[in-house]
């Protein structure tokens, strides 16, 4: 993980920097990039655990309670307040009376996941509202999450205090990860260090795990120096949804 500052610093994270002491660093504002299948989700839900257990032990309840939300479904002309009401009632059976003056008193703390989902001709107007949201209201804090290269492409920012850009896997990383699996790993460990299609596909966490899952207890792995990542990739699938 690489954090990145708004003045253009940047940093790489020690592997075992807690992100909930990371997101109290940034003032509770902050940014999450990264590839497809890199772990911006799971980060985020990482952070949402360490969120609630914050809350639910705050005897003074002052702490915020962390609502993960998915922007796929925002619209454009729609007030991002209205649209977080609307998602607390449909997805968290949350009413109406009860959600909105929780978010107007910043009793909540909104986790979105997904502006890339959003569809690409709404993306720059997503930012907008959701930066007029944080100057009305105010925030007890804000994380957002999106795909590196839809992010980049807009022409707007979001007024965080910082980003965390995740990073594919080190070679040395994947192998460690295989090796701690033991001898069930131990075949598909050996195709990986002579397959660089192969590796390329591992580097992706979310690609290393479906492997796992794929080729474990296997004894034979069939390796031709040719195939492409393409073609690793098909043949990955149809061995992942045969067991």
Known sequence: RVLELSDQTRQSLPPDKDIGGLFEEMNRALLILGEPGSGKTVTL???AR?????????ETF???????FNLSTWTKGQAFIDWLVAELTAKYQIPQKIGQPWLENNRLLPLL????????EN???????????????GLAGLVVCSRLEEYTELPVRLKLNGAIRLQPLSLEQVDHYLAAAGPKMAVLRAALQSDDALQSLA???????????????IKAFTCRGSDTAEAHLI????????Q
């Not at 360490?50 to 705050?58: F, G, Q, V, Y």
């Not at 002052?62 to 993960?68: A, K, L, T, Y």
């Open 45 to 47: 839900l990482e952070l």
């Open 123 to 137: 993306r720059t107007a997503c930012v907008e509202a959701i930066n007029a949201f944080g100057e009305k209201f």
């Open 235 to 242: 043949r990955l699938f149809d061995v992942y949804v045969g």
């Open 203 to 217: 580097q992706s966490p979310l690609m290393l795990n479906i492997m796992s899952l794929a080729y474990q207890d």
């Open 62 to 68: 002052s702490q915020p309670v962390p609502v993960v």
């Open 50 to 58: 360490s969120l609630i257990s914050r809350a639910e032990t705050d």
């Open 113 to 120: 996941d997904g502006l890339d989902e959003v569809k690409p």
